[in-house]
């Protein structure tokens, strides 16, 4: 309950006079997130410095592969932005913009952009890995094994990009949806990758920069997180290295903000949707206790 009443009393904080649904926007926003908590990250068998990764400051993160319904929703909210995104090379590839509900499709350049529209950025490679292993350095989203049944991969048989958010048993170890299977998604960063599917996508370009793709889609099987060094094999994390000027149809993102950043800037917005206290309770219940202090020291 502390957690819920702080979160209702930092957005009480501020006043706003923008536009109704300026402000509901802002609200589905934080509630389509969870909250990523400061901590520590091993990985064995990583040779130093890549076997310890300290997240120093909370995120908040999408729960969910970020969609074509977001993509509409932004650009209704945003129209200066639609000009850009309709120059993207997905639409210029033939590929059609999809269901609301399925993982938006896109390239580097576009997703970096579309981030920042909202706010946010693409994760870097440990973030990303992060949010995946947990502080607990799991090898899969959902636990120490694998499991069947969790995630959209080849395994599955589908073929085909699914809803976000249908594999309940597939969430990682903060709240996320889809962190393996179903898109593969972009980070602001190249490392090297289990290049599981490699062969089904080009070559990356040097000469327009390569960057990585992390978590596997529909079209590759599920693997682990991550593989440490063995005698002929160097370490790995189920990553893909791709050019950044590349669009294909099993590539999309997720977007993270610095929490601090994101509840500053957005407080006193979200306190104007209808029901807000409500909600920012129910969002607080949700966080828990592992978000108490950074929402306590803002509060």
């Known amino acids: 309950m502390r957690t819920a009443a702080l979160v209702l009393a930092l957005a009480c904080l501020g006043a706003c006079t923008r536009p109704e649904h300026s402000a509901e926007r802002a609200l589905i926003e ?81 997703a970096a952009a579309l981030a920042e529209a909202r706010g946010m950025r693409l994760p870097t490679p440990e973030e990303w890995t992060y949010l995946a292993c947990g502080t607990a350095g799991l090898r899969y989203p959902w636990g120490p094994r694998d499991q069947n049944s969790v995630a959209n991969t080849l395994e599955l048989g589908l073929a085909r990009t699914a809803t976000v958010g249908t594999f309940e048993g597939g969430r990682g170890p903060f709240g996320h949806y ?21 062969d089904s996508y080009p070559e990356p370009q040097l000469a327009h920069g390569p960057c990585s793709a992390m978590g596997g889609s529909f079209r590759v099987r ?52 209808p029901d807000a206290q409500l909600r920012l309770r129910a969002i607080g219940r949700r966080i828990g206790s592992a978000g108490e202090p950074l929402l306590r020291a803002l509060a």
Do not use: C, H, Q
Request: net charge negative; charged share 30%; no cysteine.
């Open 30 to 110: 934080f509630e389509r997130m969870s909250f990523v908590p400061a901590g520590r990250l091993r990985l064995d068998g990583f040779p130093p410095p890549l076997d310890d990764y300290t997240l120093a400051r909370p995120l908040l993160a999408d729960s969910f592969e970020f969609s074509w319904g977001d993509w509409r929703a932004l650009a209704r909210a945003e129209r200066a932005l639609a000009p850009a995104a309709d120059s993207d090379p997905l639409v210029l590839s033939g590929f059609e913009r999809g269901a609301d509900d399925r993982p938006a499709v896109l390239g580097w350049r576009a």
């Open 178 to 198: 889809d962190l393996v299977g179903n898109v593969w998604e972009w980070v602001d960063g190249a490392v090297r990758g289990i290049e599981d599917g490699a």
């Open 222 to 273: 599920r693997r682990e997180l991550y593989v440490p060094a063995k005698r002929d094999e160097p370490a790995a994390r189920f990553g893909l290295l791709l050019d950044r000027e590349i669009v294909v149809d099993d590539v999309g993102f997720r977007a993270v903000v610095d929490a601090e950043t994101f509840l500053l800037a957005r407080a006193d917005l979200m306190a104007r949707a």
